[in-house]
């Protein structure tokens, strides 16, 4: 219509709002599942008993397993054995089945010249002295050679099994003079009986049984020996160290005979009570609360003929 103002629309854009981005939701996430964790840890550490958290902790832990003695994180705490641990005399017997060793050092020509009255040939006397000493050395070899693999596959066995993989600093193997020694050693925290009795823990009849398999692959006789610290004990009926050792190493022949070992191959079971501590410099340590078990060294047979 002439003469009428034109009528203008304006329209006006609003400022759109900035784009925050995802950033924010990747941040939240990891908090809950930071959070998820960590109340899942809560809850393990109240439900797991302090045994299975040693368990779990000694699993993560690195394992180094010694023939002889351990390490300064072990049962010995860096402490060095000294021989007169080994030498220490004393002992209560409880079962003896079979006659001892034969020394294996005796002189064929020394028992020869005693057939003959006392007169003995040198030149024989000689030979059929280095020939016992060629025979000695051979078989000693061999033995040595034998318990060399049985202790590795005592360790090896003990590795590969999750539930006895904790313990492998406590069972200690190595060779002596008398054959080889396989000691199952206490910890704090973590022995192998039952306090002042001789019922065994539950792992610990599983290491026996898993030492039993490796020992009956060998003809030699067995040792067992049940030792305490030098801390004074009384039990019912005034039971003391004495007793309670020799029980507890009588225990552990009754779970090697239940797991296959031949009852004709236990030449001793005896309580030691704490005559022979492993570490003499404190001898009441838990350390010297121990089961011990020796394959014993066997003399070499002697020749066709040979009479004693």
């Known amino acids: 219509m002439a003469g009428d103002n034109p009528i203008i629309i304006k329209r006006i854009k ?3 709002h900035a784009h925050h981005g995802g950033a924010w939701k990747v941040a939240y996430a990891d ?8 109340f899942l840890l809560m809850w393990l550490i109240n439900t797991t008993t302090p045994e299975q958290k040693r368990g ?3 699993y993560f832990a690195p394992q180094s397993i010694a023939q002889t003695v351990s390490g300064s994180g072990g049962v010995l705490g860096g402490k060095v054995l000294g021989q007169e641990s080994a030498r220490a005399g004393g002992s209560v017997s409880v079962f003896q089945n079979n006659s001892p060793p034969a020394p294996a050092n005796q002189s064929r020509s020394t028992e020869s010249a005693d057939r003959r009255g006392g007169k003995s040939d040198g030149a024989t006397q000689s030979s059929e002295s280095q020939t016992s000493d060629a025979d000695h050395d051979q078989t000693a070899a061999s033995g040595n050679g034998d318990f060399a693999h049985a202790a590795e596959a005592i360790h090896q066995s003990i590795r590969d099994n999750p539930e006895l993989a904790a313990l492998s600093h406590q069972v200690m193997v190595d060779q002596t003079p008398d054959g080889l020694r396989i000691q199952l050693v206490d910890q704090d925290g973590r022995p192998m009986f039952q306090q002042g009795t001789a019922t065994p823990m539950p792992y610990t ?3 026996l049984e898993a030492i039993a398999r490796i020992i009956n692959r060998l003809p030699n006789r067995v040792s067992i020996s049940g030792h305490t610290e030098a801390k004074a004990f009384v039990g019912p009926n005034g039971a003391t160290n004495w007793e309670l050792s020799a029980a507890r190493a009588n225990a552990g022949r009754a779970i090697l005979s239940a797991a296959g070992l031949d009852s004709d191959r236990i030449y001793e079971v005896a309580g030691k009570a704490g005559s022979e501590p492993l ?12 089961l011990t078990i020796v394959l014993l060294r066997e003399a070499p047979p002697a020749p066709i003929g040979h009479q004693l």
Request: cysteine-free; hydrophobic content about 45%.
């Open 279 to 290: 570490l003499p410099e404190d001898p009441n340590a838990s350390a010297n609360r121990r």
């Open 56 to 58: 779990i902790a000694d």
């Open 205 to 207: 009849r599983q290491l």
């Open 14 to 16: 609003k400022g759109e």
């Open 31 to 38: 908090f809950v599942t930071a959070m998820m964790a960590f």
